[in-house]
């Protein structure tokens, strides 16, 4: 069982030339989306309201696999409202309301008995939720595998020193994460983005791996040589880039669940990997997010379309 807590929402995608699309997203749900569609079993555990939006969410989750321990609530759903450049990149304004009160009463025995559990975003910075969050992060660090993707959204936490605080707190606590090289800038103006994942092993994570847009992602870990592994990004035509990231974190999970990589000592065996199996994990990865990226929305790729 591999589980996901975070933020859902509706992203309604603007761009000049094609008006406005509507699309599930927020990025730990795109995790759980990217992960069952590899075909591993994976909980979902976030939240979202009794209206229209909802039920897009679910039915677009259930229709890829995910299964739904917690059920609508009487808020609004969130959304995002995303503008796209005409690079593709996006610029993102949010109506949020992030709590897992729903979640309260079946928390602890769904950690339980997770072996993989996945947070970031959203959802582990911003409250009430992201106390939440941490304190799963916390019960669950001890028996599975955790990674983190701090995918930081100054509209929401505009703060970068509080961000710094929320991000190290669970990287303490995580094996695997995974940031884009804009927001350790953001987090860490003052140091390299390899400066910072090194600091980030020091504190307590296994693995960090870095994207890096069209340069492709960079990984450190404690089994590879001091310059890491970098790997080119795969080449497609790009549609958007919503839920690249996303795909590249689910598939990168993926490819360590596949290794037997989950579960009580997960952290010494992600230390444990050198630069060939560090390497071909972020070739599998880096090719799940040009999937993505190469049709429009946050629509990672099935386990037979990266095997084609």
């Known amino acids: 069982m591999l589980t996901v807590i975070g933020e859902a929402l509706i992203d309604i995608v603007r761009s000049?030339?094609?008006?406005s699309r509507a699309h599930p997203g927020g990025?730990?749900?795109n995790v759980a989306v990217g992960l069952a569609r590899l075909g591993h079993r994976t909980l979902f555990v976030g939240r979202y309201g009794r209206d229209e939006n909802g039920a897009l969410l679910e039915s677009h989750l259930r229709e890829s696999?995910?299964?739904l321990p917690v059920g609508p609530d009487?808020?609004?759903?969130?959304?995002?409202?995303?503008?796209?450049?005409?690079?593709?990149?996006?610029?993102?304004?949010?109506?949020?309301?992030?709590n897992l009160d729903a979640a309260a009463d079946q928390l602890g025995e769904i950690l339980a008995g997770t072996e993989?559990?996945?947070?970031?975003?959203?959802?582990?910075?911003?409250?009430?939720?992201?106390?939440?969050?941490?304190?799963?992060v916390r019960a669950a660090a001890s028996h599975a595998l955790v990674s983190y993707d701090p995918n930081c959204r100054p509209t929401i936490v505009p703060d970068s020193s509080q961000a710094r605080g929320w991000a190290e707190s669970v990287v303490e606590h995580a094996d695997v994460v995974k940031a884009s090289d804009e927001d350790l800038l953001w987090l860490y103006p003052g140091r390299t983005v390899e400066e910072t994942a090194r600091a980030w092993l020091e504190a307590g994570a296994s693995l960090v791996v870095v994207t890096r847009g069209?340069?492709?992602?960079?990984?450190?870990?404690?089994?590879?040589?001091?310059?890491?592994?970098?790997v080119p990004a795969h080449q497609v035509e790009v549609a958007d880039t919503v839920?690249?990231?996303?795909?590249?974190?689910?598939?990168?999970?993926?490819?360590?669940?596949?290794?037997?990589?989950?579960g009580a000592g997960a952290s010494e065996r992600v230390a444990g990997l050198g630069d060939a199996e560090v390497s071909g994990i972020l070739?599998?990865?880096?090719?799940?997010?040009?999937?993505?990226?190469?049709r429009p929305g946050a629509n990672p790729p099935t386990r037979e379309e990266l095997a084609a």
């Open 116 to 136: 993989m559990l996945h947070v970031g975003s959203i959802g582990a910075m911003l409250e009430p939720g992201a106390s939440t969050v941490l304190d799963a």
């Open 283 to 294: 070739a599998y990865a880096a090719k799940a997010a040009g999937i993505t990226v190469s």
């Open 74 to 98: 009487d808020a609004p759903t969130s959304v995002a409202e995303a503008t796209m450049d005409q690079r593709g990149s996006m610029s993102y304004d949010f109506q949020l309301d992030w």
């Open 65 to 67: 696999g995910v299964e």
């Open 214 to 230: 069209e340069l492709g992602p960079w990984a450190l870990s404690r089994g590879t040589g001091p310059e890491g592994v970098r």
């Open 27 to 29: 990025s730990p749900m």
């Open 16 to 19: 000049g030339d094609r008006g």
């Open 243 to 262: 839920g690249a990231g996303d795909s590249l974190m689910a598939a990168l999970i993926s490819a360590l669940v596949d290794r037997g990589i989950s």
